[in-house]
């Protein structure tokens, strides 16, 4: 039994998801549908809009056969990062092959560029670029010194073909088309949009169910889109609790570079609203994006020490949610001794020892934060 992978996020799901599955399946009709999925915190650096166990059902509602949790300090990174681990979590599934949205949908492009993203050079550019202020898909752009013109997805194509030959799986990369963003009301006539596009309406009151399917727009119904209330804003208490009480952690949190922590200290001292804190971090080197990862971490605690126990090796798989072709699936890896895969947190303690189960721990804690702020209407 073959699989194909998926890397998403399903923040929600909607009718470009549902399309990229459908595309997925035409490609091996036969194979089973496995997706990594960002768990309660997104490469945004944000929580989700929904617990990972209700977005998980909504995939498995929608076709897919199984479902593994992207861990947070996998989820909230750089491409580069985030690309790994979830690549490294396909591979540790068995997928073959990993079929990912494009906007160039270019594999022979995406695949030069990840081979000259390996020379120093341009790891010298982007970082000077970073610097600099950019965006990262500009900073990455300019960095690449060439004509060819990747948006963010393709970005990340090119990460997960660099990070399937660090991990040496011999899987196959194959892009489809992504459809291009629809932004306005008068151009969603096709029912597809982005993800940010459907949060940012229902945070503006002007949402319909034309963009998703019928059960993600139950359980967002069920849920009374409370789901946004779990954003930055609502953790601002816990977050400036956690920049004062412990400015010496700062400085080891992951992306932080010399000196933000005290920029960090001085507006958490002096804001006790979450706009005006975090119009005061940013700077023109610290982007909204990258400024949100910093402040995720922060909250969290991923620290330098942490992200490097976890760029070692896969520590462990958990799926979330399957059904019987998933079921089947993975009573056939559990035959093959791969011992990282988890269906439950139980017993876990016994079963791993040292960065695994640091790691664990770390991830449940996560998760417990997550859930203690996010609250069902």
């Not at 670029?129 to 965006?135: D, M």
């Not at 010399?258 to 609203?273: I, S, V």
């Not at 990282?340 to 791993?352: A, D, E, G, P």
Request: proline letters at 4%.
């Amino acid at each position: 039994m073959e699989a194909t992978g998926l890397i998403v996020e399903y923040n929600p799901f909607h009718n470009g998801h549902a399309l990229h599955l459908q595309k997925a399946r035409e490609l091996a009709p036969d194979a089973v549908m496995a997706a990594v999925m960002s768990g309660d915190y997104v490469q945004r650096g944000e929580p989700a809009l929904l617990p990972k166990e209700k977005r998980a059902d909504l995939a498995i509602a929608a076709g897919v056969d199984l479902v593994a949790e992207l861990p947070p300090f996998y989820s909230t990174q750089t491409a580069e990062i985030f690309a790994w681990g979830a690549v490294g979590i396909l591979g540790e599934l068995g997928c073959g092959r990993i079929v990912f949205g494009s906007e160039c949908n270019d594999r022979a492009l995406l695949g030069s560029v990840a081979a000259r993203t390996e020379t120093v050079r341009f790891r010298e550019k982007l970082r000077q670029r970073l610097k600099e202020g950019l965006s990262f898909p500009k900073a990455y752009a300019l960095a690449l010194e060439t004509e060819a013109s990747l948006e963010a997805n393709d970005i990340l194509g090119v990460e997960y073909i660099r990070a399937a030959r660090a991990h040496g799986k011999p899987m196959a990369l194959i892009p489809v088309k992504r459809i291009e963003r629809r932004e306005s009301s008068a151009d969603v006539r096709d029912g597809i949009t982005s993800s940010s596009e459907i949060r940012a309406r229902i945070a503006a009151g002007d949402y319909d169910n034309a963009y998703v399917p019928e059960e993600t727009a139950r359980v967002l119904m069920n849920s009374g889109h409370r789901g946004l209330l779990v954003d930055l804003n609502a953790c601002y208490p816990l977050l400036r609790y956690r920049i004062l009480s412990d400015p010496g952690l700062l400085g080891e949190i992951q992306d932080m570079e010399e000196g933000f922590e005290n920029r960090l200290a001085a507006a958490a001292k002096k804001h006790q609203a979450f706009p005006a804190f975090f119009e005061a971090v940013r700077t023109k080197r610290y982007t909204a994006a990258r400024t949100q990862r910093i402040l995720i971490h922060a909250l969290l605690g991923l620290t330098k020490a942490v992200t490097a126990a976890a760029r070692t090796e896969i520590p462990y798989v958990r799926v979330l949610r399957y059904n019987e072709r998933g079921r089947s699936y993975l009573n056939a890896l559990k035959k093959t001794g791969n011992e990282k895969i988890l269906t439950t947190w139980q017993n876990c303690t016994r079963k791993f020892s040292g960065s695994r189960i640091d790691l664990i721990n770390f991830s449940r804690k996560s998760e417990i934060f997550y859930h203690m702020i996010w609250k069902e209407q």
